[in-house]
């Protein structure tokens, strides 16, 4: 089976990108009800994940900035904790499996490490109870 069945194209993916603020971040995040997002370079590279864990740690090291201090804090100067492994687009099932299965979401990448969209844990899930349920 291809990756691609699973793939959430980039247009319906909430992400951030390297030039927005931390305060930019945290309104993304709470609009979409999200704990992590994925971080783009302007020329849509996948860069990272931003997790709330890090803008927490990020806040407590700035001593709780207020809001508008935080319009001036980049994205890039909070230290991510933990990035999602991406896969390659042309990856194996198997490949995909082993890293949505420590992960949320995989980020899926092309050749040129350009960000195409993500693949869930819960779309994974949802095909192999689906998959059950159709078994005798």
């Not at 809001?67 to 194996?92: F, P, Q, T, W, Y």
Request: glycine share 4%.
């Amino acid at each position: 089976m291809n990756i691609l069945f699973f793939l959430t194209p980039k247009k319906e993916v909430a992400h951030v990108h390297s030039d927005d603020s931390l305060r930019q971040v945290m309104e993304k995040m709470e609009h979409h009800g999200y704990t992590a997002v994925p971080l783009l370079s302007m020329d849509g590279e996948y860069i990272g994940t931003v997790t709330e864990g890090d803008l927490l740690w990020k806040m407590k090291e700035l001593d709780f900035p207020d809001l508008k201090e935080m319009e001036e804090i980049s994205v890039m100067e909070i230290r991510r904790h933990r990035d999602n492994e991406a896969v390659h687009i042309g990856a194996e099932m198997t490949d995909l499996l082993e890293k949505v299965n420590r992960q949320n979401f995989v980020p899926v990448v092309d050749d040129k490490n350009v960000f195409i969209g993500i693949v869930t844990r819960k779309d994974i899930m949802t095909y192999l109870r689906d998959r059950m349920q159709e078994e005798p």
